[in-house]
Nanobody, 117 residues
Framework: QGQLVESGGGLVQAGDSLRLSCAAS???????MGWFRQAPGKEREFVAA????????YYADSVKGRFTISRDNGKKSVYLQMNSLKPEDTAVYYC???????????WGQGTQVTVSS
């Protein structure tokens, strides 16, 4: 069936940048790929999504203008470029794959992003 594996998380300071990667295998590289995050004590929330061609992208208001989602279908990978990071961006970031904009069937294990002030 395959899996999604995230990488690129870490500890950074406010204002820094990070680039998350998600490598897919098997059936998990689907038409819609997305990123979600979950902060301590909070529910998982949507961050960004992208369709197969990359022509349509979607962002949460809290990250619009700072984060950019992209994908490389040849490498079965999706990326999240995060700029101007803020302490409130601290969370575990999850890669997701599915057949629709908010219809995700596969999830990665997550990668921790910590932004210090």
């Amino acid at each position: 069936q395959g899996q999604l594996v995230e990488s690129g998380g870490g500890l950074v300071q406010a204002g820094d940048s990070l680039r998350l990667s998600c490598a897919a295998s098997g059936r998990t590289f689907t038409s819609y790929m997305g990123w979600f995050r979950q902060a301590p004590g909070k529910e998982r929330e949507f961050v960004a999504a992208i369709n197969w061609s990359g022509g349509s992208t979607y962002y949460a208001d809290s990250v619009k203008g700072r984060f950019t989602i992209s994908r490389d279908n040849g490498k079965k990978s999706v990326y999240l470029q995060m700029n101007s990071l803020k302490p409130e961006d601290t969370a575990v970031y999850y890669c997701a794959a599915g057949s629709g904009f908010m219809k995700y069937d596969y999830w990665g294990q997550g990668t921790q992003v910590t932004v210090s002030s």
